[in-house]
């Protein structure tokens, strides 16, 4: 005498029977986005596929899995399905991780120090990978570039690679995204201030660094073209931490030894390139400096510097800058009880 189906047993056939006859495909069309968080359970996954329009039973789809003895081996992140795909090609996807999305933000500032191994991660590839797309003979070409990488070239930005990209692709997406950025009517105010896009580069990297108000970027910009007409040292302190390698919370006098070409408190006139990547503002800032008379500033902790025109008045204003910073550094030690 057989023995009787059990409810649950019986149920799962009939879902899978209806994944059967239904074809095990999703319906409409188009692309859908579908994040599987790290950790996911197939349940979950089955639902934000459902949800999305991937598949049209999250049930049946998860018995479908168990069935192919899929149900565990997922790939977290983030994935682009186009809809109508078979449940088969949805598991392979899942599985092998075809569709999935990295994204990178990129932030104003940053250095290629700073770049490299996050994009390295992203894409998880090798960071001698990163380093020698950064270092693409044919980009440096492209962009009339003098110096042996694409520093402050890789525009700050979010970015999403589809799984596979390797790093040339990404360096070269970056890079795209400066020219985008660029605009064509720049050039001729490149011949107005007799530089090149390099210098102008170079210039705003440095205004990226300094500036904490988005309205002083133009006044620093021109305080350092002042001190580079005037056949001043730039004397900026973001190109010392460039040349030690490391980013120094305090420049010591010693630092300014260093022995580079970044080192503007040795040498004359802008650096050879940039040394981080700018945003569009400070790239604006660069192009269009203030007409303002300025050759000194001085940060204060607040975020706003105080500009003056002569050595003498630079003097009064370090002298009252350092007693507020002096205050703040009491504070932090001793803070109300």
């Given at each position: 005498?057989?023995?009787?189906?059990?409810?649950?047993?019986?149920?799962?056939?009939?879902?899978?029977?209806?994944?059967?006859?239904?074809?095990?495909?999703?319906?409409?069309?188009?692309?859908?986005?579908?994040?599987?968080?790290?950790?996911?359970?197939?349940?979950t996954?089955?639902?934000?596929?459902?949800?999305?329009?991937?598949?049209?039973?999250?049930?049946?789809?998860?018995?479908?899995?168990?069935?192919?003895?899929?149900?565990?081996?997922?790939?977290a992140?983030?994935?682009?399905?186009?809809?109508?795909?078979?449940?088969g090609?949805?598991?392979?996807?899942?599985?092998?991780?075809?569709?999935?999305?990295?994204?990178?933000t990129?932030?104003?500032?940053?250095?290629?120090?700073?770049?490299?191994?996050?994009?390295?991660?992203?894409?998880?590839?090798?960071?001698d990978?990163?380093?020698?797309?950064?270092?693409?003979?044919?980009?440096?070409?492209?962009?009339?570039?003098?110096?042996?990488?694409?520093?402050?070239?890789?525009?700050?930005?979010?970015?999403?690679?589809?799984?596979?990209?390797?790093?040339?692709?990404?360096?070269?997406?970056?890079?795209?995204?400066?020219?985008?950025?660029?605009?064509?009517?720049?050039?001729?105010?490149?011949?107005?201030?007799?530089?090149?896009?390099?210098?102008?580069?170079?210039?705003?990297a440095?205004?990226?660094k300094?500036?904490?108000?988005?309205?002083?970027?133009?006044?620093?910009?021109?305080?350092?073209?002042?001190?580079?007409?005037?056949?001043?040292?730039?004397?900026?302190?973001?190109?010392?931490?460039?040349?030690?390698?490391?980013?120094?919370?305090?420049?010591?006098?010693?630092?300014?030894?260093?022995?580079?070409?970044?080192?503007?408190?040795?040498?004359?006139?802008?650096?050879?390139?940039?040394i981080a990547?700018?945003?569009?503002?400070?790239?604006?800032?660069?192009?269009?400096p203030?007409?303002?008379?300025?050759?000194?500033?001085?940060?204060?902790?607040?975020?706003?510097?105080?500009?003056?025109?002569?050595?003498?008045?630079?003097g009064?204003?370090?002298?009252?800058?350092?007693?507020?910073?002096?205050?703040?550094?009491?504070?932090?030690?001793?803070?109300?009880?």
């Open positions: 005498m057989p023995m009787p189906r059990s409810p649950r047993r019986h149920a799962s056939r009939l879902l899978l029977t209806l994944a059967l006859v239904t074809g095990c495909h999703g319906g409409g069309t188009g692309e859908a986005k579908v994040v599987v968080p790290r950790g996911s359970s197939l349940r996954a089955a639902d934000s596929l459902a949800r999305a329009g991937v598949i049209q039973n999250a049930t049946a789809f998860r018995l479908y899995a168990m069935v192919r003895g899929h149900s565990r081996a997922i790939r992140g983030t994935y682009v399905f186009k809809r109508g795909l078979s449940w090609e949805v598991l392979d996807d899942l599985q092998g991780g075809k569709g999935l999305e990295h994204s990178i990129i932030p104003e500032g940053w250095s290629l120090a700073q770049i490299e191994p996050q994009l390295a991660r992203v894409l998880d590839a090798p960071v990978s990163v380093h020698a797309a950064v270092r693409d003979t044919a980009l440096l070409h492209l962009l009339d570039i003098p110096t042996p990488t694409l520093e402050g070239y890789l525009f700050p930005d979010t970015y999403v690679f589809p799984e596979g990209t390797t790093p040339r692709a990404a360096v070269r997406v970056m890079v795209s995204r400066f020219q985008q950025v660029w605009r064509p009517e720049w050039d001729a105010q490149l011949q107005k201030l007799a530089m090149s896009r390099n210098d102008v580069m170079a210039l705003a440095i205004v990226e300094e500036a904490r108000l988005p309205e002083e970027r133009p006044v620093i910009a021109a305080v350092y073209m002042n001190r580079v007409r005037a056949g001043m040292l730039l004397q900026a302190d973001p190109t010392v931490q460039y040349a030690l390698g490391r980013h120094v919370a305090r420049v010591f006098y010693k630092d300014l030894e260093v022995d580079s070409p970044y080192n503007t408190y040795r040498n004359k006139g802008l650096p050879p390139g940039p990547s700018p945003g569009r503002p400070s790239i604006v800032a660069a192009l269009f203030a007409n303002v008379p300025y050759l000194f500033f001085v940060a204060h902790p607040d975020g706003h510097h105080e500009f003056t025109r002569d050595f003498r008045g630079h009064i204003a370090v002298r009252a800058a350092r007693r507020e910073w002096d205050s703040v550094a009491a504070l932090r030690r001793d803070p109300a009880p």
